[in-house]
């Protein structure tokens, strides 16, 4: 097998971790095409785990990309979200990549300094080993379990509880797009959470909200506001970062993405992407692998 086979063979989910470490896809496509020439222009020998080793460059070309994003996510105007992307159906079916790929995940992991943020992905999702993610790092074992332990108890004080059925999220979705589409106030607060939080990232570039919303009435209100401005937009349903979600498009492009998190059988979040710069994954679906 080649050297240009056998990165093939990884590519996707070299792009998964440096997605979900980046937040961008096209930040992740560029670490991928980073790591490519690394492996291309590697010293002469056997590779005895490539996963492993390219996991490797991955993850540090990743951090070093992470901390220019940190100065530059500094400046962003409003809420800064993970750039949406469109997914294959498959990915929803398994529970942990879908999860590690979700808004609101990502929201929390971009919280994390970037050391701890590459040990969480690492050791949660891609399951290496303490020893592996050490190699990565290139740091000690010790200082790896503190930040895999600092990560964890971040994560899991901040993490979304989703605790509603398929079932009820359907139906909780579909009454929620129904009442948008007719502009119904009352049963679209029926369907929000009293105290559902609202962010939206247009980075500056378009009109968007620059703080969050918090509660249903506002929520409820703004969202009508975006229906009324926008009515020639075509609203599809699709397969976002792992979820059911809706993509809305004006003359055929896309012009945002809306994710909602439901909690009790009412939707508790609600992101929404209009930002034309974070716009581009939203035409194909890619494949994500772990």
């Known amino acids: 097998m080649t050297d240009a086979e056998v990165f093939d063979r990884h590519r996707s989910l070299l792009f998964t971790l440096g997605y979900e470490l980046l937040g961008s896809v096209a930040d992740a496509e560029d670490v991928v095409q980073e790591a490519y020439l690394r492996w291309s222009q590697r010293p002469p020998g056997e590779v005895a785990n490539p996963r ?80 592996e993610i050490t190699s990565a790092l290139d740091s000690s074992p010790v200082a790896v379990r503190q930040l895999a332990h600092r990560a964890r108890q971040h994560v899991e004080a901040r993490r979304p509880r989703f605790t509603t059925d398929r079932a009820t999220a359907e139906r909780v979705r579909a009454e929620f797009e129904r009442s948008l589409l007719t502009s119904d106030l009352q049963a679209l607060m029926d369907v929000l959470a009293p105290d559902v939080v609202l962010l939206s990232d247009g980075g500056g570039v378009v009109s968007a909200a620059r703080r969050p919303i918090v509660g249903a009435d506002a929520v409820a209100r703004f969202l009508l506001g975006i229906i ?8 599809e349903h699709a397969i976002v970062n792992g979820s059911p979600a809706w993509v809305t498009r004006l003359d055929g492009r896309p012009h945002g993405a809306v994710l909602t998190e439901l909690a009790g059988g009412l939707v508790s979040g609600i992101k929404i992407v209009v930002n034309p710069d974070k716009l581009a994954a939203l035409d194909a ?6």
Not at 228 to 235: E, S, W
Not at 285 to 290: E, I, S
């Open 52 to 131: 492993a080793y390219l996991a490797q460059v991955t993850t540090r070309l990743a951090l070093n990309r992470l901390r220019t994003l940190a100065r530059r996510r500094e400046d962003y105007v409003g809420p800064w979200l993970p750039e949406p992307l469109l997914t294959v159906p498959d990915v929803a079916e398994d529970v942990v990549l879908a999860e590690s790929v979700s808004l609101a995940l990502l929201v929390v992991l971009e919280s994390l300094g970037p050391r701890e943020r590459a040990v969480f992905v690492l050791r949660e999702v891609f399951g290496y080993s303490h020893d």
């Open 228 to 235: 009324a401005k926008n009515p020639d937009a075509r609203v």
């Open 285 to 290: 679906p890619l494949t994500l692998t772990r």
